[in-house]
Protein backbone atom coordinates (compact mmCIF):
# COMPACT_ATOMS: atom_id res chain seq x y z
CA UNK A 1 0.00 0.00 0.00
CA UNK A 2 1.60 3.59 -0.96
CA UNK A 3 1.73 6.37 1.34
CA UNK A 4 1.20 8.46 -1.36
CA UNK A 5 -1.78 6.90 -3.63
CA UNK A 6 -4.49 4.64 -4.00
CA UNK A 7 -4.40 2.16 -7.12
CA UNK A 8 -7.31 2.32 -9.20
CA UNK A 9 -9.63 -0.36 -9.12
CA UNK A 10 -11.91 0.38 -11.89
CA UNK A 11 -9.08 2.15 -14.69
CA UNK A 12 -10.31 1.98 -18.28
CA UNK A 13 -8.15 -1.50 -19.76
CA UNK A 14 -6.67 1.08 -22.34
CA UNK A 15 -4.81 3.03 -19.96
CA UNK A 16 -3.87 -0.66 -18.17
CA UNK A 17 -2.23 -1.53 -21.55
CA UNK A 18 -0.62 1.63 -22.26
CA UNK A 19 1.44 1.75 -18.49
CA UNK A 20 2.43 -1.88 -19.44
CA UNK A 21 3.19 -0.52 -22.82
CA UNK A 22 5.02 2.39 -22.40
CA UNK A 23 6.46 1.19 -18.88
CA UNK A 24 8.75 4.43 -18.61
CA UNK A 25 7.34 7.86 -18.75
CA UNK A 26 10.21 8.94 -20.91
CA UNK A 27 7.72 7.19 -23.69
CA UNK A 28 4.54 8.62 -22.59
CA UNK A 29 5.59 12.04 -22.97
CA UNK A 30 2.83 14.48 -24.52
CA UNK A 31 4.09 17.97 -24.78
CA UNK A 32 1.77 21.17 -25.49
CA UNK A 33 2.04 25.04 -25.23
CA UNK A 34 -0.43 26.90 -23.31
CA UNK A 35 -1.34 30.82 -24.39
CA UNK A 36 -2.58 32.07 -21.66
CA UNK A 37 -3.42 35.86 -21.88
CA UNK A 38 -1.49 38.53 -20.14
CA UNK A 39 -3.32 41.34 -19.64
CA UNK A 40 -6.46 39.70 -17.10
CA UNK A 41 -3.65 38.35 -15.15
CA UNK A 42 -1.50 41.79 -14.67
CA UNK A 43 -4.80 43.83 -14.04
CA UNK A 44 -6.27 41.68 -11.19
CA UNK A 45 -3.09 41.52 -9.68
CA UNK A 46 -2.78 45.35 -10.28
CA UNK A 47 -6.59 45.59 -8.53
CA UNK A 48 -5.42 43.75 -5.60
CA UNK A 49 -2.30 45.14 -5.11
CA UNK A 50 -4.47 49.10 -4.67
CA UNK A 51 -6.24 46.96 -2.07
CA UNK A 52 -3.07 46.12 -0.05
CA UNK A 53 -3.42 42.58 -1.32
CA UNK A 54 0.41 41.38 -2.98
CA UNK A 55 -0.20 38.64 -5.54
CA UNK A 56 2.39 36.72 -8.09
CA UNK A 57 1.96 35.62 -11.14
CA UNK A 58 2.72 32.14 -10.00
CA UNK A 59 -0.08 32.46 -6.93
CA UNK A 60 -2.51 32.89 -10.00
CA UNK A 61 -1.63 29.78 -12.16
CA UNK A 62 -1.13 27.59 -8.90
CA UNK A 63 -4.63 28.43 -7.90
CA UNK A 64 -5.78 27.83 -10.98
CA UNK A 65 -4.38 24.60 -11.29
CA UNK A 66 -5.33 23.59 -8.00
CA UNK A 67 -8.99 23.98 -8.67
CA UNK A 68 -8.28 22.24 -11.63
CA UNK A 69 -7.40 19.41 -10.17
CA UNK A 70 -9.87 19.81 -7.53
CA UNK A 71 -12.51 19.62 -10.88
CA UNK A 72 -10.76 17.05 -12.60
CA UNK A 73 -9.21 14.64 -10.35
CA UNK A 74 -7.67 12.79 -13.21
CA UNK A 75 -4.97 15.25 -13.40
CA UNK A 76 -3.43 13.72 -10.20
CA UNK A 77 -2.73 10.06 -11.09
CA UNK A 78 0.49 8.77 -11.33
CA UNK A 79 1.81 5.34 -12.63
CA UNK A 80 4.12 3.12 -10.77
CA UNK A 81 5.17 -0.29 -11.54
CA UNK A 82 2.75 -0.05 -14.30
CA UNK A 83 -0.25 0.59 -12.37
CA UNK A 84 -2.17 3.27 -12.04
CA UNK A 85 -2.64 5.39 -8.40
CA UNK A 86 -5.08 8.19 -7.56
CA UNK A 87 -2.49 10.66 -5.52
CA UNK A 88 -4.06 11.62 -1.77
CA UNK A 89 -2.38 15.05 -2.20
CA UNK A 90 -1.83 17.90 -4.56
CA UNK A 91 1.69 18.35 -4.23
CA UNK A 92 3.74 21.05 -6.42
CA UNK A 93 7.86 21.03 -6.75
CA UNK A 94 9.47 24.06 -7.25
CA UNK A 95 12.93 25.42 -6.93
CA UNK A 96 13.72 28.19 -4.92
CA UNK A 97 16.94 30.09 -4.97
CA UNK A 98 18.63 31.62 -2.01
CA UNK A 99 20.09 35.39 -1.71
CA UNK A 100 23.45 35.20 -3.67
CA UNK A 101 23.20 31.46 -5.16
CA UNK A 102 22.86 30.92 -8.93
CA UNK A 103 20.93 27.21 -8.26
CA UNK A 104 18.62 26.61 -6.19
CA UNK A 105 17.16 23.19 -4.40
CA UNK A 106 13.92 22.22 -5.41
CA UNK A 107 11.23 21.25 -2.34
CA UNK A 108 7.95 21.29 -2.75
CA UNK A 109 4.41 22.88 -1.15
CA UNK A 110 1.24 21.16 -0.35
CA UNK A 111 -2.29 22.39 -1.31
CA UNK A 112 -6.14 21.58 -0.12
CA UNK A 113 -8.15 20.80 -3.31
CA UNK A 114 -10.69 23.76 -2.36
CA UNK A 115 -7.90 26.60 -1.19
CA UNK A 116 -8.96 29.62 -3.25
CA UNK A 117 -6.05 32.14 -4.41
CA UNK A 118 -5.51 33.96 -1.04
CA UNK A 119 -4.79 30.69 0.56
CA UNK A 120 -2.56 29.23 -2.52
CA UNK A 121 -0.85 32.63 -2.17
CA UNK A 122 0.04 32.19 1.48
CA UNK A 123 1.20 28.98 0.86
CA UNK A 124 3.66 30.03 -1.64
CA UNK A 125 4.83 32.87 0.47
CA UNK A 126 5.20 30.50 3.47
CA UNK A 127 7.26 28.01 1.33
CA UNK A 128 9.42 30.79 -0.34
CA UNK A 129 10.48 32.30 3.06
CA UNK A 130 11.04 29.02 4.84
CA UNK A 131 13.37 27.82 1.78
CA UNK A 132 15.17 30.63 1.45
CA UNK A 133 16.04 30.66 5.27
CA UNK A 134 16.54 26.63 5.43
CA UNK A 135 19.69 25.93 6.18
CA UNK A 136 22.07 23.89 4.00
CA UNK A 137 21.57 20.11 5.80
CA UNK A 138 17.42 20.44 5.52
CA UNK A 139 15.22 18.59 3.76
CA UNK A 140 16.28 17.63 0.03
CA UNK A 141 20.12 18.64 1.13
CA UNK A 142 19.79 16.52 4.11
CA UNK A 143 19.90 13.53 1.90
CA UNK A 144 21.92 14.36 -1.12
CA UNK A 145 24.53 15.35 1.67
CA UNK A 146 23.97 11.74 3.08
CA UNK A 147 24.08 9.65 -0.08
CA UNK A 148 27.23 11.54 -0.75
CA UNK A 149 28.90 11.45 2.34
CA UNK A 150 30.23 7.86 1.56
CA UNK A 151 32.32 6.69 -1.55
CA UNK A 152 29.37 4.17 -3.71
CA UNK A 153 26.57 4.85 -1.37
CA UNK A 154 24.52 7.35 -4.13
CA UNK A 155 24.59 4.49 -6.32
CA UNK A 156 23.63 1.64 -3.89
CA UNK A 157 21.43 4.93 -2.41
CA UNK A 158 19.76 5.36 -5.69
CA UNK A 159 19.21 1.40 -6.69
CA UNK A 160 17.27 0.97 -3.10
CA UNK A 161 15.35 4.10 -3.83
CA UNK A 162 14.18 3.54 -6.92
CA UNK A 163 13.42 -0.64 -5.66
CA UNK A 164 11.23 0.53 -2.63
CA UNK A 165 9.25 3.16 -4.55
CA UNK A 166 8.90 0.53 -7.20
CA UNK A 167 6.85 -1.56 -5.06
CA UNK A 168 5.11 1.06 -2.40
CA UNK A 169 7.30 0.50 0.53
CA UNK A 170 8.72 4.61 -0.20
CA UNK A 171 8.33 5.47 3.56
CA UNK A 172 6.31 8.67 3.84
CA UNK A 173 9.03 10.80 5.46
CA UNK A 174 11.24 10.20 2.34
CA UNK A 175 8.48 10.83 -0.29
CA UNK A 176 7.83 14.18 1.73
CA UNK A 177 11.75 15.03 1.37
CA UNK A 178 11.96 14.18 -2.46
CA UNK A 179 11.72 16.43 -5.23
CA UNK A 180 10.38 13.60 -7.72
CA UNK A 181 7.21 13.11 -5.86
CA UNK A 182 4.34 15.42 -7.35
CA UNK A 183 1.41 16.54 -8.79
CA UNK A 184 3.34 19.24 -10.82
CA UNK A 185 6.77 20.78 -10.76
CA UNK A 186 6.65 24.28 -11.97
CA UNK A 187 9.32 27.03 -12.99
CA UNK A 188 9.01 30.33 -13.59
CA UNK A 189 11.64 31.01 -16.35
CA UNK A 190 10.07 34.06 -17.17
CA UNK A 191 11.80 35.41 -13.38
CA UNK A 192 15.47 34.75 -15.43
CA UNK A 193 13.68 36.17 -18.83
CA UNK A 194 14.02 32.77 -20.68
CA UNK A 195 11.44 31.54 -22.97
CA UNK A 196 9.24 28.51 -21.92
CA UNK A 197 10.62 25.27 -22.59
CA UNK A 198 9.35 21.16 -22.35
CA UNK A 199 10.96 19.71 -19.30
CA UNK A 200 10.83 16.13 -19.04
CA UNK A 201 9.57 14.48 -16.44
CA UNK A 202 11.63 11.81 -14.83
CA UNK A 203 11.00 8.28 -14.37
CA UNK A 204 11.71 7.95 -10.88
CA UNK A 205 9.06 9.25 -8.56
CA UNK A 206 5.23 9.85 -9.85
CA UNK A 207 5.75 13.18 -11.15
CA UNK A 208 3.44 13.18 -14.05
CA UNK A 209 3.37 16.80 -15.33
CA UNK A 210 6.04 19.41 -15.19
CA UNK A 211 5.08 23.02 -16.72
CA UNK A 212 7.18 25.99 -16.95
CA UNK A 213 5.66 30.19 -17.74
CA UNK A 214 7.73 31.61 -19.99
CA UNK A 215 8.34 35.05 -21.52
CA UNK A 216 5.10 36.73 -22.33
CA UNK A 217 4.79 36.71 -25.78
CA UNK A 218 2.19 38.47 -28.92
CA UNK A 219 0.17 35.48 -30.28
CA UNK A 220 -2.45 36.22 -33.52
CA UNK A 221 -5.85 35.16 -33.39
CA UNK A 222 -8.56 36.54 -35.47
CA UNK A 223 -11.21 38.96 -33.56
CA UNK A 224 -14.28 40.46 -35.76
CA UNK A 225 -12.70 39.22 -38.89
CA UNK A 226 -9.53 40.83 -38.46
CA UNK A 227 -6.01 39.30 -37.51
CA UNK A 228 -5.00 41.18 -33.93
CA UNK A 229 -2.15 40.62 -31.44
CA UNK A 230 -2.59 39.74 -28.03
CA UNK A 231 0.33 39.37 -25.18
CA UNK A 232 0.05 36.19 -23.56
CA UNK A 233 2.02 33.98 -20.85
CA UNK A 234 3.24 30.89 -22.52
CA UNK A 235 2.86 27.79 -20.96
CA UNK A 236 4.67 24.49 -21.77
CA UNK A 237 3.70 21.54 -20.31
CA UNK A 238 4.74 17.54 -20.60
CA UNK A 239 2.13 15.30 -19.63
CA UNK A 240 2.48 11.49 -18.78
CA UNK A 241 -0.36 10.18 -21.19
CA UNK A 242 -0.87 7.08 -19.39
CA UNK A 243 -2.76 8.75 -16.53
CA UNK A 244 -6.19 9.86 -18.44
CA UNK A 245 -7.46 10.36 -21.96
CA UNK A 246 -6.26 13.20 -24.28
CA UNK A 247 -10.06 14.28 -23.88
CA UNK A 248 -9.40 14.65 -20.16
CA UNK A 249 -6.32 16.65 -20.39
CA UNK A 250 -7.97 19.20 -23.26
CA UNK A 251 -11.10 20.00 -21.07
CA UNK A 252 -9.32 20.32 -18.09
CA UNK A 253 -6.69 23.07 -19.36
CA UNK A 254 -9.76 24.49 -21.16
CA UNK A 255 -11.04 24.69 -17.49
CA UNK A 256 -7.48 26.51 -16.53
CA UNK A 257 -7.43 28.76 -19.21
CA UNK A 258 -11.07 30.17 -18.71
CA UNK A 259 -9.93 30.44 -14.53
CA UNK A 260 -6.73 32.34 -16.00
CA UNK A 261 -9.00 34.63 -17.92
CA UNK A 262 -10.63 35.71 -15.35
CA UNK A 263 -8.42 35.23 -12.30
CA UNK A 264 -11.64 36.57 -9.75
CA UNK A 265 -13.02 33.29 -9.93
CA UNK A 266 -10.14 32.06 -8.00
CA UNK A 267 -11.77 33.82 -5.19
CA UNK A 268 -13.91 31.68 -4.31
CA UNK A 269 -13.45 27.98 -2.87
CA UNK A 270 -14.83 25.61 -5.55
CA UNK A 271 -18.33 23.89 -4.96
CA UNK A 272 -17.37 20.67 -4.93
CA UNK A 273 -14.03 18.68 -4.88
CA UNK A 274 -14.71 15.86 -7.11
CA UNK A 275 -13.15 12.26 -5.63
CA UNK A 276 -11.43 10.24 -9.26
CA UNK A 277 -14.03 8.03 -10.24
CA UNK A 278 -11.91 5.28 -10.35
CA UNK A 279 -11.55 4.62 -7.02
Keep these: MRKDGKKLKNADPMYTVAA ?7 DSMNMITIDIPYDPIQNYINEKRKQGISLSHMSVILAAFTQTVAEY ?3 NRFVVNKNIYARNEIAVGMVVLKAGDVDGTMSKMHFNPDDNIFEVNDTI ?14 GTEKWIKILLSIPGLLRVGINFFKFIDKHG ?6 IDASPFHNTLVISNLASIRTNHIYHHIYDFGTTSIMMTMGNTREVAKRKNGEIVFEKCMPLGVVMDERICSGYHFAIAFRRMKQLLSNPALLEKKPEKVNVDSCL
Design 125 to 138: NKFVDENRNAPDNN
Design 169 to 174: LMPKSV
Design 20 to 26: HIMDRRT
Design 73 to 75: PDL
